[in-house]
């Protein structure tokens, strides 16, 4: 087995009395598509958040290419080559589509020139084509706040792609989106990391993404990892079944 | 840069020029306002990324105080004013890798802060700075030549609008690059700048000592322009005055500042000659009247009026 790309080891935090993360042990190979699930407040958004520095563990250890990331600050992390994506986007609102998404570019490469536009030849082209692999050339020169939910998800994934990273964590990429749309952002969105061979981590509640998209499947509960395997096996475990989708039924998900 | 600036840029130029001929005490009024108007450019930057400073006074003080404490010593303005701007920049870097970290009420009360004690120190320390009596700037010579007193105060404004064209159009080249582009992005996402690899509070300090060093030149030229420097120039009413000009002009273009800079010494000047005790008040109700209609200020005006432009700040 090839050395993996993201592994975290003992990872645990509390806020409160409530454990979000209470020995959280994942390795991410590269080239994996893996689905995070799990009940709310399991500690899915929380693991992205530590793996991306938003949060340091209190304990445990995160490694990504074999050099230890734990506690380090979003900017270096970011850097080293993970990208996030947010469940609710987090565009920058007084710009353009393209503009949201060059800013990301810029920042990858030449951010730090200050009378060279940002649209300047280079940076434009690689926004558009980044546009164009997601499906949001159309939508262009619309302002952020004009776009309908499943574009801003996409907008929102397309700027994390942009700072051309090798890991991607993704926050529930369907959630909020109409069901009819949610196969036609998947099936977009693998193809785009397939063709740039981008690892992806997603969390996820529609079993029906997971199934049809995922590699693998690790399932959360409580702040820790309850199973992990490939979604065929691991959403017939009765355990699991108990403990996620149970939940979710009962849980009126939109 | 925006080729519709570029018609109405010489237009106001070539007035300001044209009413100068006109009426000779405009000139004093002209330089002081695009004085001025170079401060406010610096405001422009800090409001793009949603930041109010309430003590810029600070640099326009610190680069008259420049001019005054260096004129005995240095005697031309070519000098005199990249020094004044040399000193804004380093005193807006000390001063900017502190507040750079505050944001909204913290970031502009601080600046307030730093401005009022530049203040008071500049009114105790009398032993150099002659206290509330201020230095008075003997008249430098331009390009190493004496200059007669109106050929001099020609100068002077003729030099400030090529360094206001000047700045301006650099000014309006930066707000259109990443960095520039980077500070709405302050306003609206911070995090998510950080979740790119950049660090916000270094896009902020860079317009900071922007704003620092376009502050300090202003100053400079205000003292080669009223030839006497006093404490009240750091006093945190004339950081007001600078936030006032920035939304009478309007933060939409680089040409706001300045526009917004003219009417306002304009208005001062014949309000306080016609209503000595109510002049205050009309300014305060003509800003009024552009927070209420007009929330674009002069340049949103002209943009509504002229260019027809639908989009909405």
Redesign the interface.
């Known amino acids: 087995m090839t050395a993996p790309l993201l592994s975290a080891r003992g990872l645990k935090i509390a806020f409160g009395g409530v454990k979000a993360a209470d020995g959280i042990d994942l390795d991410i190979a590269p080239g994996e598509f893996v689905a995070i699930i799990g009940p709310n407040g399991a500690g899915k958004t929380t693991f992205i958040n530590m793996t991306?520095g938003y949060l340091r563990p209190h304990s445990g250890h995160i490694h990504f290419d074999g050099a230890e990331i734990t506690g380090r600050?979003?900017?270096s992390i970011?850097?080293r080559g993970i990208?996030?994506s947010f469940q609710i986007p987090?565009?920058?609102?007084?710009?353009t589509v393209i503009?949201n998404v060059?800013?990301?570019v810029?920042?990858?490469g030449?951010?730090?020139?200050?009378?060279?536009?940002?649209l300047d030849a280079g940076?434009a082209a690689a926004a558009m084509r980044l546009l164009e692999q997601f499906g949001l050339a159309g939508v262009a020169t619309a302002r952020a706040t004009e776009l309908n939910e499943g574009t801003r998800k996409l907008t929102d994934i397309a700027?994390a792609m942009a700072?051309r990273p090798r890991l991607l964590l993704m926050d529930e990429p369907t959630s909020g989106v109409a069901s009819a749309e949610k196969f036609g952002i998947m099936d977009t969105l693998v193809a785009a990391l397939r063709a740039e061979r981008v690892t992806a981590v997603f969390v996820e509640h529609d079993m029906e993404v997971v199934e049809r998209y995922a590699d693998r499947v690790a399932v959360w509960s409580q702040g820790k990892i309850l199973a992990s395997g490939p979604p065929a096996a691991v959403l017939s475990d009765p355990a699991v079944l108990r403990e996620v989708i149970g939940v979710e039924t009962g849980h009126a998900h939109a | 840069m925006d080729r519709r600036l570029t018609l109405p840029t010489l237009a106001a130029a070539t007035t300001v020029v044209a009413l100068a001929i006109a009426a000779p005490w405009l000139k004093f009024v002209f330089t002081v306002a695009l004085a001025k108007g170079l401060a406010v450019l610096g405001i422009l930057l800090l409001l793009r990324a949603g930041q109010v400073s309430f003590g810029h006074a600070l640099y326009i003080a610190v680069g008259a105080y420049t001019v005054a404490f260096l004129r005995p010593a240095i005697g031309e303005v070519l000098l005199l004013l990249p020094l004044a701007a040399t000193a804004g920049t380093i005193v807006g870097f000390a001063v900017g890798l502190f507040v750079a970290r505050y944001r909204d009420i913290f970031f502009g009360m601080l600046n307030l802060a730093f401005s009022m004690v530049f203040y008071s120190l500049l009114e105790k320390l009398y032993a150099y700075t002659k206290g509330t009596d201020g230095i008075r700037v003997p008249r430098p010579t331009i390009g190493g030549v004496t200059l007669d007193p109106v050929a001099y105060e020609w100068a002077v404004l003729v030099g400030t609008l090529a360094l206001a064209l000047t700045l301006g159009w650099?000014v309006s080249?930066?707000l259109?690059?990443?960095?520039?582009?980077?500070l709405?992005?302050i306003?609206?996402?911070e995090?998510?700048?950080?979740?790119?690899?950049?660090?916000a509070k270094r896009v902020l300090l860079?317009a900071y000592v922007a704003s620092a060093a376009l502050a300090g030149l202003g100053g400079g030229i205000i003292a080669c322009t009223t030839l006497h420097v006093t404490p009240l120039l750091s006093y945190w009413t004339h950081s007001g005055e600078l936030v006032f000009i920035a939304i009478l002009g309007g933060a939409g273009s680089v040409l706001g500042p300045f526009l917004g800079a003219a009417v306002y010494e304009l208005v001062r000047v014949y309000a306080a000659a016609a209503f000595p005790d109510a002049w205050q008040m009309i300014l305060g109700a003509v800003l009024l009247v552009i927070i209420l209609f007009a929330a674009r200020g002069l340049w949103g005006m002209y943009e509504d009026l002229v260019l027809r432009k639908d989009r909405r700040a």
């Open positions: 991306t600050p979003p900017r970011v850097r990208a996030r987090q565009l920058f609102t007084e710009h503009e060059a800013l990301k810029a920042a990858h030449r951010f730090w020139r200050p009378f060279r536009p940002l940076t700027m700072l | 650099l080249r930066f259109a690059s990443p960095l520039g582009q980077a709405p992005a306003k609206t996402r995090t998510r700048l950080e979740f790119a690899g950049i660090s860079v």
